[in-house]
């Protein structure tokens, strides 16, 4: 967030008064009138820009100092820092300034684009701009006596189209492409002039012409491209580099619909190898329409690139400028063979030689992404094994790159992007989610949004309950990768570089690297899904990483958990059959107890679980029974109470709720009374009062729901309503207890009381609190409370009236 100064100042700029603003517009107005711009009129505009810009709404300025701001504006003579300033206070003020900028558009160039940027951002509709436009594409057909304003054009003009398509015509799309062609294939190969120092006593001369060079330092052979080096460039070779940088966003603009020849629908019939044999030649290049001539010369163009980026360059900034070269050329090609098919047959031996250089170097990660994404839309036309492709992509990369944030954010948006092709055509894509989760455990908070989108097509039926596992161990992942990152940076021998680390740090360290707990790290970090759900020594490894359980990262990355666990199951029970149910069942009871202990992170999580624990057994009840003996088990035990007691709360009310006859018939009175009798247990042992007790560390809720599951076992076995009579008449003397009244509020006591009164006199009448604790399957449904003989409504009135009549029955 901003510094405390800043936010301060921010503060100041909102909340000025109406009146106090309009002051100082006038002071302002003034200032702007003087002959020499002094520094107090830039500080009193960056001060206005600030003030305007602070707030959501469009700050409504007086008209003359907006007039007089758009004079500043289109002034060629005004020093360029008040037309920036200028420019940003009109784009945020009101009214718009959209018509009165366009009714006379300058040829200054450094005007021009400042008056276009606040048209742009102003303009509500394509008639806003259509004057611009216009403006524009004459500049593009004229030489003007500056010669830079078609340099400015190219890039408003981008933007316009990507937001306004519709406002060039046919005619105009085919002139700006004809123009494209010219400055992208036929720009100078000499260098531009520079003026030099003739020496003491003699003035400046113009030096010649030198040619220019590939980043390597050779002289450039071949027509020019971005990565040809000079020391000046001429003005066309500046509109090559700028038509370049907008030749994607104009061929997925415009290039959407092939050509407008009547042809083009059967050219897809004709032999793929002649097609490009025609479109190869320079003379049949000649003859294309516009469009189609812009993409062979855009094609050229990349592949010019791709050759030129195997050099080995001489800067560092160079090697940076090729592979960002990579990663356009290879994304314009494939949109190029997606409009026309004929380009994939030339484009295929450039790509996989491409692939070839650049596999295993770690440096051109990011340009794999776009040779991917060409080998999945074009593999399957030209016949190509892309298999390793995919290996490579998914095993090699998340797993030594995760640690840069650029490319795992553009990695996560290639699945985003192409998650349901990657699902039905590569293998691998969906077991490779624990090489995937290492960008989110890495960069928790800012890939969360991406993670949450893309979870759902990493969700497989064979692979499901691993991903829970792996999930609930994100944690623990971002903890082993935080590990594998410094040991790799310190040797083990150096214990002053260990020691600086912190003691803490240093011990994990040391774990990490002993043998013994090799095999631990090995399967959090491992690369794809298969080796197993989980692994037996979980705990350990959490002893193991306990040191690092208040690391920021680890900490920010166990805030996401939760709401990537909301994620999967709200997916997986649509899904999952009743195998999966049932295993899904299993790892709630289990991984309930088996988190890494973070501040509040199991908190969190078993919340998730008691929320997602109601809707499976609402979706299949018949879990309670399938896995009766293991939620027997967790039920009987109080120790479970004190460690997680809202899951423990809501496992004793699925019990109460859903072990019934009418939702599985195999549910038996043995059963319902083996249940009772472990949660009678539980109550009595938690409830007993001792003068040596102390206050319960349980919530009143915990009592009362146990209460009412007792009564609801009860009313299906009603030999059992004596016992449960007896237990609940002894709520009244805990409740009244003085290690209870310490600790509960009197609200909560009565809430135990009255939740005991009700229950009691309920049962007195054994099928009235069948009807009321255990109705039917169906009893939410419309019927129970639309039809006035099975009105569920009238039903609670006239059982609300007995229970009142029946006020004896407090307990004692």
């Not at 009871?589 to 509040?600: A, D, H």
Request: hydrophobic share 40%; aromatic share 8%; with cysteine.
């Amino acid at each position: 967030m901003y510094a405390a100064a800043t936010e301060s100042l921010i503060k100041q700029a909102r909340e000025i008064k109406e009146e106090e603003l309009q002051r100082f517009c006038g002071r302002i107005f003034k200032l702007l009138h003087a002959k020499d711009v002094s520094g107090d009129t830039v500080d009193s505009l960056q001060r206005l820009n600030l003030i305007v810009s602070a707030t959501k709404y469009a700050r409504e300025l007086p008209s003359d100092l907006v007039m007089k701001l758009q004079t500043v504006l289109r002034s060629s003579s005004c020093p360029e820092q008040l037309q920036v300033l200028s420019s940003s206070i009109i784009r945020e003020s009101f009214p718009p300034s959209v018509h009165s900028l366009c009714s006379d558009l300058s040829h200054d160039s450094r005007t021009f684009s400042h008056v276009a940027s606040v048209v742009l951002a102003q303009a509500g509709n394509k008639e806003d701009v259509m004057p611009l436009c216009h403006h524009l594409l004459k500049s593009l057909e004229s030489r003007l006596s500056d010669g830079q304003i078609s340099r400015h054009a190219l890039p408003i003009l981008s933007k316009m189209s990507t937001v306004y398509p519709e406002i060039l015509t046919d005619d105009q799309v085919n002139l700006v492409s004809r123009k494209l062609v010219d400055w992208l294939r036929y720009a100078s190969m000499q260098q531009g002039a520079s003026m030099s120092s003739g020496g003491f006593f003699s003035g400046p001369r113009t030096r010649q012409p030198a040619p220019l060079t590939e980043v390597d330092g050779v002289v450039t052979g071949d027509f020019f491209t971005v990565l040809c080096l000079g020391q000046s460039y001429t003005e066309d070779q500046w509109m090559n580099m700028y038509t370049f940088s907008m030749i994607k966003s104009w061929l997925l603009t415009y290039d959407t619909d092939g050509t407008t020849n009547t042809e083009s629908d059967d050219r897809s019939e004709v032999d793929s190898s002649v097609m490009s044999m025609v479109s190869a030649t320079s003379s049949s290049s000649r003859l294309l329409p516009p469009k189609e001539r812009l993409r062979e010369k855009a094609f050229e163009y990349c592949q010019r690139l791709i050759e030129q980026s195997d050099r080995k360059a001489l800067k560092k900034t160079d090697t940076e400028l090729q592979k960002a070269c990579i990663v356009e050329s290879v994304s314009i090609m494939d949109i190029i063979c997606g409009e026309d098919p004929s380009y994939v047959y030339r484009a295929f031996p450039c790509i996989k030689a491409l692939y070839g250089r650049l596999n295993g170097d770690l440096a051109y990660a990011r340009a794999l992404l776009p040779i991917a994404q060409f080998y999945l839309n074009h593999s399957e036309i030209a016949a190509v094994d892309s298999e390793a492709v995919f290996c490579q992509l998914f095993g090699q990369c998340p797993a030594e790159q995760f640690n840069e944030p650029m490319l795992a954010f553009e990695f996560v948006q290639f699945c985003l992007l192409n998650a349901s092709v990657l699902q039905d055509r590569v293998a691998n894509y969906r077991q490779s989610f624990p090489n995937l989760l290492k960008f989110l455990a890495w960069n928790s908070s800012g890939l969360i949004a991406e993670f949450v989108e893309l979870l759902p097509s990493l969700i497989a039926p064979e692979t499901a309950i691993e991903l829970l596992h792996t999930i609930l161990d994100l944690p623990c992942l971002a903890a082993a990768l935080d590990l594998q990152q410094r040991s790799a940076c310190y040797q083990a021998l150096d214990r002053t570089a260990w020691d600086q680390q912190g003691a803490k740090v240093a011990a994990c360290l040391d774990a990490f690297r002993q043998p013994s707990y090799r095999g631990l790290f090995l399967y959090i970090l491992r690369p794809e899904a298969g080796t197993g759900d989980t692994i037996d020594r979980l705990k350990m490894l959490h002893e193991i990483l306990a040191d690092m359980a208040e690391s920021p990262r680890v900490v920010r990355c166990a805030q996401v958990v939760p709401v990537l666990l909301h994620v999967y199951f709200n997916t997986v029970t649509q899904k999952a059959d009743e195998k999966m149910m049932n295993q899904l069942l299993l790892v709630l009871l289990e991984r309930s107890s088996l988190l890494y202990n973070i501040k509040t992170f199991n908190v969190e999580v078993q919340k998730v679980f008691s929320t997602h624990l109601q809707a499976l057994c609402k979706l299949h009840p018949p879990l309670i029974v399938d896995q009766s003996r293991e939620i027997l088990e967790f039920a009987s035990s109080p120790a479970n109470i004190y460690s997680k007691e809202d899951f423990y709360t809501h496992v004793v009310w699925v019990i109460g709720e859903y072990l019934s006859v009418s939702y599985d018939p195999r549910c038996t009175v043995e059963l319902i009374t083996s249940f009772f009798e472990s949660l009678e247990a539980v109550l009595f042992e938690i409830t007993q009062v001792r003068q040596s007790a102390g206050p319960p560390s349980f919530s009143p809720r915990l009592i009362t729901v146990l209460m009412t599951t007792l009564a609801k076992l009860a009313t299906r076995s009603q030999d059992l309503i004596p016992r449960v009579s007896l237990c609940l008449s002894k709520m009244r003397t805990f409740a009244r207890s003085a290690p209870v009244m310490a600790c509960y509020s009197e609200e909560d006591t009565e809430e135990i009381i009255t939740r005991a009164h009700e229950l009691i006199n309920l049962l007195k009448l054994p099928n009235v609190a069948q009807f009321v604790l255990a109705p039917s399957a169906g009893g939410d449904g419309p019927r129970w409370h639309r039809d006035t003989n099975a009105s569920l409504p009238q039903g609670m009135r006239a059982v609300s009236g007995l229970l009142h009549r029946h006020s004896s029955f407090l307990p004692t």
